[in-house]
């Protein structure tokens, strides 16, 4: 993955940062953290191969296509783990800037670290309430999360977040999403057992 990571022009170098980002993120929000972790290397390398080569013919991606496809081919024949190997592809950390997709992936990392659950993305209208009934439900509510972002992952529209918990839990999110020096929040409703809330930058 470096070799062919070193043969990028480096004027190219941000836009094979970005297709690794938004593999990893067709991962993430296609398939839950419950079902990755059921996945074997290879089953996981499928799902990002697909993309992969589907990107491959994408003008965004147009500059490197070939060498795209030589990497799936590559990792594929070697059983390498393409998911570790995107991630080392990411915009290097410079200071406490990231991308604000990035900054809100790591957000969400750390909720479902903090709450041990998982996040799910949904449509407002299809969104399952009942989801993890013994433990609490977070959901970002989207039909495409991509498109609350801009080409240079910077976060152009709002993103809705509707949680369920108890009252110990609830805390335990907003203080994670207050803690945020990228996003601030604004409740937009909240009950008994569930709080709605919009994200949006500071």
């Given at each position: 993955?470096?070799?062919?990571?070193?043969?990028?022009?480096?004027?190219?170098?941000?836009?094979?940062?970005?297709?690794?980002?938004?593999?990893?993120?067709?991962?993430?929000?296609?398939?839950?953290?419950?079902?990755?972790?059921?996945?074997?290397?290879?089953?996981?390398?499928?799902?990002?191969?697909?993309?992969?080569?589907?990107?491959?013919?994408?003008?965004?991606?147009?500059?490197?296509?070939?060498?795209?496809?030589?990497?799936?081919?590559?990792?594929?024949?070697?059983?390498?783990?393409?998911?570790?190997?995107?991630?080392?592809?990411?915009?290097?950390?410079?200071?406490?800037?990231?991308?604000?997709?990035?900054?809100?992936?790591?957000?969400?990392?750390?909720?479902?670290?903090?709450?041990?659950?998982?996040?799910?993305?949904?449509?407002?209208?299809?969104?399952?309430?009942?989801?993890?009934?013994?433990?609490?439900?977070?959901?970002?509510?989207?039909?495409?999360?991509?498109?609350?972002?801009?080409?240079?992952?910077?976060?152009?529209?709002?993103?809705?977040?509707?949680?369920?918990g108890t009252h110990g839990e609830k805390s335990a999110f907003i203080r994670s999403v207050y803690s945020s020096s990228?996003?601030?929040?604004?409740?937009?409703?909240?009950?008994?057992?569930?709080?709605?809330?919009?994200?949006?930058?500071?």
């Amino acid at each position: 993955m470096r070799s062919i990571h070193t043969k990028i022009k480096p004027e190219f170098e941000p836009l094979l940062s970005d297709l690794a980002l938004h593999a990893l993120l067709h991962l993430r929000t296609n398939h839950s953290a419950k079902s990755i972790s059921r996945k074997t290397r290879g089953e996981i390398n499928d799902i990002l191969s697909a993309w992969l080569n589907k990107s491959a013919n994408s003008k965004k991606y147009k500059p490197f296509k070939k060498k795209i496809r030589s990497l799936v081919t590559h990792a594929r024949s070697q059983s390498l783990d393409m998911e570790a190997m995107l991630g080392n592809l990411l915009t290097p950390l410079r200071g406490d800037e990231l991308p604000h997709l990035d900054s809100f992936l790591l957000l969400i990392n750390m909720i479902e670290k903090e709450l041990n659950t998982t996040v799910l993305v949904s449509s407002p209208e299809k969104v399952d309430l009942n989801f993890n009934p013994k433990g609490c439900l977070l959901c970002v509510l989207s039909n495409d999360l991509n498109a609350h972002f801009d080409n240079r992952n910077r976060l152009v529209s709002d993103i809705s977040m509707l949680f369920r918990g108890t009252h110990g839990e609830k805390s335990a999110f907003i203080r994670s999403v207050y803690s945020s020096s990228i996003f601030e929040h604004k409740v937009e409703f909240e009950d008994g057992d569930f709080v709605r809330i919009s994200l949006s930058l500071r």
